[in-house]
């Protein structure tokens, strides 16, 4: 079901990402949930919580990347 704060944010998502980030994936997870609530959307019979967290992952991911190194989320650096 949809998240009303971050700080209702599963702890995956609270103790690793910043706070920016948390807030990307508590929109893009919110969006997710309303825009695939048919079942026939949804990709290989997951259910709506499980493609909800995986496009906020997703968007998560086009703005941050985890530091291999330090095991933290940080923003990505553009390579331009």
Do not use: C
Not at 24 to 45: C, L, P, S, T, V
Not at 63 to 78: R, V
């Amino acid at each position: 079901m949809p998240f009303k704060n971050v700080s209702d944010l599963p702890g995956a998502v609270t103790d690793n990402l910043p706070k920016h980030g948390q807030e990307i994936y508590m929109a893009a997870f919110n969006n997710a949930w309303n825009e695939y609530k048919d079942k026939n959307e949804r990709h290989q019979g997951a259910t709506r919580e499980e493609t909800a967290h995986k496009v906020a992952w997703a968007a998560v991911k086009n703005i941050y990347e985890k530091n291999l190194k330090t095991g933290k989320w940080e923003p990505k650096t553009s390579k331009v």
